[in-house]
């Protein structure tokens, strides 16, 4: 599992592209998603602004 994880990150291309194995980055896109909500949960407790995230499809304009 983790290998599969770490080839889908290192497939990942600067841009938003993916070169790497398959057709989506699914685990990555996990990953992201769940630090993302993680970071979001410390910063609300802390007082902080949330972070927002959007798909990458919606911040291109796809």
């Not at 896109?29 to 609300?44: F, I, K, P, R, T």
């Amino acid at each position: 599992m983790r290998a599969a994880l770490e080839d889908e990150l290192c497939g990942l291309v600067t841009g938003g592209g993916y070169e790497g194995p398959g057709r989506s980055p699914d685990r990555a896109d996990a990953l992201v998603w769940a630090v993302s909500e993680l970071l979001a949960g410390v910063a609300a407790q802390d007082g902080r602004a949330e972070v927002v995230m959007r798909p990458a499809c919606a911040r291109a304009g796809a």
